[in-house]
């Protein structure tokens, strides 16, 4: 069956979804276990009776949508994010709860920030409100809007979906990758490998490397003066008292790679110097360049013969400049028309134009770059030193009335014409309102 959904916002309160069903089919053992035990995947929610009808109230809070955190995530975290998919399907019998009475949608799938869990809709009745093909659609929504940077794991997901979709075997299928351990950020794994010098074999630190030359049996060790891996060795096949010392290959590699940026940086000096010099030069000679921008001369436009050229007044020139008022006219409405955008009025420092285009039903996401991540996670992000802007600021949405801003539950809030508008919550904009993207300057212009 399925049920009316509407939304409702209030500045106070934030977002709500609403939801009736008939008192006659409201599942009361689910309802009475989930208020005595509320599990974290579904969101919280309260009920009324009015005249035989039950209205169930979603507070969505801190819960955002799952379509506004989509991105490339690593292999841990894509199926960190499956985990917290299907998992409350396979436990929410402990509520006595049916896993068909979830709302499947992927548009309807929150992110409680606070618990980092994947939150659903639960509609306690009798009656199913989803089905095995609504479980499909929703598992092939998420692989749209969530990606992973591992092609072998996208390609095994994206078989076990179009196949006979299981969710055991699915998960079954990511635990090695659910368990997997992010590398450990040490020397040894920074280390360049064999491949990158295919005629230099790489030995343990500490361990002793061929002499170039053949030297005699009998050799003294010296004592080791540290645990840096560099020893020592005495030869009596050579001058007396002549000391080989024996580095490891990749301190080797090591100080050669020094020395070559040493010499990098000597010949950019130097390069660098003798601009000066030049510069200088020129300027005390006279022959200080023209600092204007080179730009390529516009080749002068090809005159027609005389006789072609169209006396003023005469109907061919009318024609040709109506002609050219329109296309002008036409352009400019063109142009002004397809574009939404944010224009800025705070700060010199940041972008001056955010371009928003999105279709109908589609969201644009907001954000700061993420150094811990290192890769784009939103649709548009400040520089990673931006002040007072969240890794997951907003969202841009656009229906069919418009489009509203929506707050991500950032640290620092949105705000519209100097007022803060709550997380979550659709707030409309309107051509010239004033956003500001926290409070250190990121202060735009809405144009759309």
């Not at 997901?157 to 969710?167: H, N």
């Not at 170039?212 to 891996?229: C, K, M, R, V, Y």
């Not at 010099?277 to 600092?291: C, E, H, I, P, Y």
């Amino acid at each position: 069956m399925t049920y009316e959904i509407q939304r409702k916002s209030d500045f106070l309160a934030g977002m709500s979804l609403h939801v009736m069903i008939p008192e006659d089919e409201l599942d009361r053992k689910a309802l009475y276990t989930i208020q005595a035990d509320k599990p974290d995947f579904i969101l919280p929610f309260r009920y009324i009776s009015i005249d035989g009808q039950i209205e169930l109230i979603y507070q969505i809070g801190t819960h955002s949508k799952l379509q506004y955190l989509s991105g490339v995530r690593s292999p841990k975290e894509y199926a960190e994010l499956w985990s917290g998919v299907l998992c409350p399907m396979l436990d929410c019998g402990d509520w006595f709860m049916n896993p068909y009475s979830f709302l499947l949608s992927a548009h309807h799938l929150y992110w409680d920030k606070n618990k980092k869990s994947i939150s659903y809709v639960y509609i306690p009745s009798v009656r199913e409100s989803s089905g095995y093909s609504a479980l499909k659609e929703m598992a092939a929504e998420i692989t749209k809007l969530v990606t992973v940077d591992d092609a072998d794991l996208e390609n095994k997901v994206l078989r076990a979906i179009m196949k006979d979709f299981e969710p055991n075997s699915f998960l079954q299928m990511l635990k090695a990758y659910n368990a997997a351990s992010e590398p450990v950020d040490d020397e040894a794994n920074n280390m360049p490998q064999a491949a990158f010098m295919p005629e230099q074999r790489f030995e343990p630190a500490g361990s002793v490397a061929p002499a170039a030359h053949p030297i005699s049996s009998t050799q003294e060790e010296l004592p080791a003066q540290d645990n840096t891996g560099i020893t020592a060795t005495k030869s009596e096949g050579r001058a007396s008292g002549e000391i080989i010392i024996n580095l490891p290959p990749e301190r080797i590699f090591a100080k050669k790679a020094k020395q070559a940026q040493k010499e990098n940086d000597g010949d950019a000096g130097r390069k660098e110097k003798e601009q000066k010099k030049q510069r200088v030069a020129d300027t005390l000679f006279g022959k200080k360049k023209d600092m204007r921008l080179d730009v390529a001369p516009t080749p002068a436009a090809v005159l027609p013969p005389q006789s072609a050229i169209p006396e003023p007044g005469s109907p061919v020139l009318q024609a040709d400049m109506a002609q050219m008022e329109t296309s002008d006219v036409t352009q400019s409405i063109s142009e002004v028309s397809g574009s939404a955008r944010f224009r800025l009025v705070g700060s010199i420092l940041l972008p001056p134009f955010i371009d928003v285009r999105i279709a109908q039903g589609e969201a644009f996401t907001i954000g700061r770059f993420d150094t811990v991540v290192g890769r784009q996670q939103s649709d548009f992000e400040f520089e990673k030193k931006t002040k007072a802007v969240s890794r997951r600021h907003a969202a841009v949405e656009r229906s069919a009335d418009g489009c509203s801003i929506i707050d991500l539950a950032s640290s620092a809030g949105t705000y519209v014409n100097g007022q803060r508008i709550p997380p979550n919550t659709p707030f409309e904009l309107v051509y010239g309102c004033r956003v500001s993207f926290g409070n250190a300057g990121a202060d735009y212009v809405w144009e759309g």
